[in-house]
């Protein structure tokens, strides 16, 4: 038998309970949408169910008035045969900076212990340093690491990086590499040779996740699974395609009787299917989702920028009446990306570099003006770039201020304790003080509500009591 024939079926990982959700719709599916379907996939045999994360965090709190860690729980009793994932911003845990690694290995330990299986860790900068506690945390409370890359294109991220940061990360300790493509760019002949050196550089297994936003997401699995990739991030079709993942039913077929064949039963998949339809109608009724993030958006690969990037520069311009000079920031992107150190396109460093290349053209000079997370990045706050920065352009940026060279996190104090005090009026569970950690204010407004709801619970226990006949 030729190692083309060698049977190797590829596993899926399932997004529509996290990912696909929260590019299509803002992250607002509630956990009651989700529980009466859990029976059927978890007979699927999915590689894993990525249900956690990323933004349901917040949007649980903020907007569903939903405890996440409930949902958790919730979603850990339904799933009995599944292997639960979630996406973890390394040093940033859900939020937008840097925690101490107090707070890191507290929430590591208890999304562990409330559910949690496979832990996808990833920093904007691919600074390997600002995954060290996660990966540590996850491996002392017996989850799997996988360390995921933001995919990006440059001068610096050659074969030979690629080869070199798999070595690294395999080296940390981590059980997996995951090549996070976060804008579309990945193209399929890419893919293949990305996947090949990746797998040249450690043993570990490759799972491959991206967008359908350019619309070659399709191909580019299908190009990075004869290349070798063990595991593809899929969603079911009613939350598939645009700024979602490839449809998990059509790359089951795309697979079937071929050496990487899945397994999955198309007869169970159209079943969750026909679950999520009428939801997927009810959100493009109510507005939640858009025909704007479903189509293809081809200036993802002219101009190699995300379309999270995309819209913000183009929502700034138009607030300052300056929308005719869009082409012109967008040829000033790859300008700054470079003045930078080449960082990949992912939050927050999309934001950074789309916000100052605006600034640079609105102000006819550029970085006359510098933004606050310009600054931070020069100063090394977010981690070390790929490539070195322009140091004419760091020295016009921050003066004579003194850059940081060691891991950021390195310089915070641990801050648990304090976060403990500040929340004991309101505390219910252990977990509580890690939802204040991350969103202060928003996890506060949650607890108020929170609190309201189960007085009103009382209230009406109290009247059935009061009011019920005697025996």
């Known amino acids: 038998m030729s190692e083309e024939q060698v049977k190797k079926p590829v596993k899926i990982v399932e997004t529509i309970l996290r990912d696909a959700h929260q590019s299509l719709i803002a992250t607002r599916m509630p956990t009651e949408e989700m529980l009466p379907i859990i029976d059927k996939m978890d007979q699927v045999g999915y590689g894993a169910v990525e249900c956690w994360g990323g933004a349901t965090f917040d949007s649980c709190l903020r907007f569903l008035h939903e405890d996440p860690w409930e949902r958790l729980r919730k979603l850990r009793a339904g799933f009995k045969n599944t292997k639960l994932q979630m996406l973890l911003r390394g040093q940033n845990i859900l939020g937008y900076n840097h925690y101490p690694d107090d707070v890191v290995e507290y929430f590591v330990q208890k999304s562990i212990a409330n559910g949690i299986d496979i832990i996808r860790i990833f920093d904007c900068l691919n600074d390997l340093r600002n995954l060290e506690t996660s990966v540590k945390a996850t491996k002392k409370e017996g989850g799997h690491a996988q360390i995921a890359l933001a995919y990006t294109i440059g001068d610096a991220y050659t074969e030979d990086y690629w080869m070199q940061v798999a070595k690294d990360i395999e080296s940390m300790g981590a059980d997996s590499i995951c090549i996070k493509d976060m804008a579309g760019l990945l193209v399929p ?102 025909t704007a993030v479903l189509g293809v958006n081809i200036r993802t690969l002219i101009y190699q920028v995300p379309g999270g990037m995309l819209s913000n520069m183009v929502s700034q311009l138009k607030e300052q009446g300056a929308s005719d000079k869009l082409t012109e920031v967008l040829e000033e992107v790859p300008r700054v990306r470079k003045d930078l150190g080449e960082p990949p396109l992912v939050t927050p460093s999309s934001q950074i570099v789309g916000t100052q290349a605006v600034m640079n053209v609105l102000m006819g000079e550029r970085y006359k003006v510098a933004s606050a997370q310009t600054k931070d990045l020069c100063l090394g706050k977010y981690g070390q770039t790929i490539k070195p920065m322009n140091e004419e352009i760091v020295k016009k940026v921050i003066g004579d201020e003194e850059r940081i060279t060691c891991r950021p996190a390195d310089l915070i104090e641990p801050q648990l304790p304090k976060f403990e005090e500040d929340i004991k009026q309101w505390k219910q569970q252990d977990e509580d003080v890690l939802s204040y950690a991350l969103f202060p204010q928003v996890a506060i407004d949650f607890f108020k509500y929170r609190l309201a709801q189960q007085e009103k619970v009382d209230l009406t226990k109290a009247d059935t009591a009061n009011n019920a006949y005697p025996a």
């Not at 570990?204 to 996740?209: A, E, F, Q, R, T």
């Not at 936003?213 to 079911?236: F, N, Q, R, W």
């Not at 077929?253 to 998949?269: C, I, K, N, S, V």
Request: proline share 5%; net charge negative.
């Open 189 to 290: 002949y890419e893919a293949d040779k990305l996947v090949r050196a990746l797998k040249r550089g450690s043993s570990l297994p490759v799972d491959v996740h991206t967008h359908y936003t350019s619309g070659v997401a399709s191909m580019t699995y299908l190009k990075a699974v004869e290349a070798g990739a063990d595991l593809i991030d899929c969603a079911m079709s009613p939350l598939a395609l645009g700024t979602s993942q490839p449809a998990t039913e059509v790359m089951v077929e795309t697979f079937r009787g071929t050496p990487y064949d899945t397994g999955y039963d198309q007869a169970l998949l159209k079943e969750i299917c026909d679950y999520f339809a009428p939801y997927r109608e009810e959100c493009l009724k109510n507005g939640l989702l858009s």
